[in-house]
């Protein structure tokens, strides 16, 4: 029962280097989310992808791309890493994103920590 | 906008001692309420749901009960346990938001 998986958990970057972080889910959900976990902050939702074939921005996208490989895999990409891009980042998943589904649980990976210095 | 407001941490309790930790909601619609549980070093997990006034969620002895009349969904536990020291997060999910709107998170440390 592996869920909701992502790597790497720990990575420690320089500024301006480039770095992928992947997510895979095996619950055959449709939808999957990139979030960033700063204190004191909730969650921020960075990218989502409702289905496979299509992403979309979400609250804070700038210094992001995403990619949506397939219905199981859905990575992060940051570009040219900057200090700010410093949190905790989780990948999620979720059976649909319709508005018929407003009570879907998502599920979330384990969380990858990046500190870029 | 759709806003979630938790209390404010760390809630620093002994053990046994009644926890309750605030949640109130502003949406347009008939949102979801969610509880999410952090322990140190992991993931988010889904701690309890309810998806309709006057549902109540459950799980590991804690409740939290959706009151539209003061759009709140106070969690709440009789008897806490050192193994509760965690981060809770409040989110609530509508129809017409796909997304989860989260609360800051409160920080609970229970001292033996």
């Known amino acids: 029962n592996a869920g909701v998986t992502q790597t790497p958990k720990f990575q420690v970057l320089k500024t301006g280097q480039s770095m992928t972080l992947q997510c895979a889910q095996d619950?055959?959900?449709?939808?999957m989310y990139w979030y960033r976990q700063d204190p004191g902050m909730g969650l921020r939702l960075i990218y989502y992808s409702a289905s496979e074939g299509t992403t979309d921005k979400g609250e804070v996208p700038n210094g992001y791309n995403v990619s949506r490989l397939n219905k199981r895999e859905f990575s992060l990409r940051l570009e040219s890493a900057a200090p700010s891009q410093t949190s905790v980042y989780f990948c999620a998943s979720s059976e649909g994103i319709s508005a018929l589904h407003s009570g879907n649980t998502i599920y979330f990976g384990e969380g990858s920590w990046l500190t870029v210095v | 906008g759709d806003s979630v407001t938790q209390m404010e941490g760390p809630v620093t309790l002994s053990e046994e001692a009644f926890l309750t930790i605030n949640c109130t909601y502003t949406a347009t619609g008939y949102p979801s309420l969610f509880w999410y549980v952090q322990y140190p070093g992991e993931g988010l997990q889904l701690l309890l749901k309810a998806t309709k006034a006057d549902d109540k969620g459950s799980n590991k002895g804690f409740e939290a009960t959706y009151r539209k009349e003061t759009t709140s969904f106070h969690l709440e536990k009789g008897s806490v346990q050192v193994s509760d020291s965690a981060v809770y997060f409040c989110a609530l999910r509508t129809g017409s938001n796909y997304q989860l709107i989260w609360g800051a998170g409160t920080k609970l440390i229970i001292k033996p």
């Open positions: 619950m055959n959900h449709n939808s």
